[in-house]
């Protein structure tokens, strides 16, 4: 065994400390108080043993663990809260049944695509000042994602940026607990007048048209 190298079993027991699939070679450098370059050749040894996977630059997965590509959010960013918004946070609340390609990320940091082993993520950067109205996931503690309302206006927010690009949507199912109150509440919250004014419209219209498909469907429900 190098002199330079952590011993693997050692390195196995700590990750089994942490009690989760993911985990970094910071936490396992500060836990056995090894470097991390003594810890990154351990795992670089176990990963060629096909005991663990790396997923991102210090970040790990046990093989044979359930890794979410969800799970892995909070440690893509360190230094940064971000949280799941725009069309991937409109799939999980089953506004969009489409499932995105890539996992959408809200952060007040510079955009930028991250790709990793188990997913691609876009991050995009919104102003410190509208970086809010998000929770954890179910409660769970697992990620952070924005209420469907905020990840309506975040898009729109966005597109107003992008050339469109995620201004226009496959068909939108809204819920009987979707409040078009708080939407508009939250375009009222962008710091930017022309961002604002151009959300507020786009609100106006998905409004109408989803107003105009739901009195269609009732109409059909009486007949």
Known sequence: ????MAEPKSVIS???KLGRPIFTTFELAAQSGKSSSTITQSLNYLCRQGVVFKIYRGIWGETGGAVSAYAVIPFLLPR???YVSFVSALHLHGIIGQIPRIITLASTTHTKIMKTSVATYAVHRIAPSFFSGFAWYK???SFLIAEPEKALVDSLYL???KNKQFGHFPELDFSESFSFNRAFGWARRIPYPNIR???K???DEIKEQTH???FKHLEKVKG
């Not at 065994?1 to 330079?4: C, F, G, H, S, Y």
């Open 14 to 16: 700590q990750i089994k």
């Open 80 to 82: 940064a809260r971000v």
């Open 139 to 141: 409660g769970t503690g």
């Open 1 to 4: 065994m190098k002199a330079n």
């Open 159 to 161: 597109s107003a940026r």
């Open 201 to 203: 419209k786009r609100l």
């Open 212 to 214: 105009g498909i739901n």
């Open 197 to 199: 004014t151009y959300v």
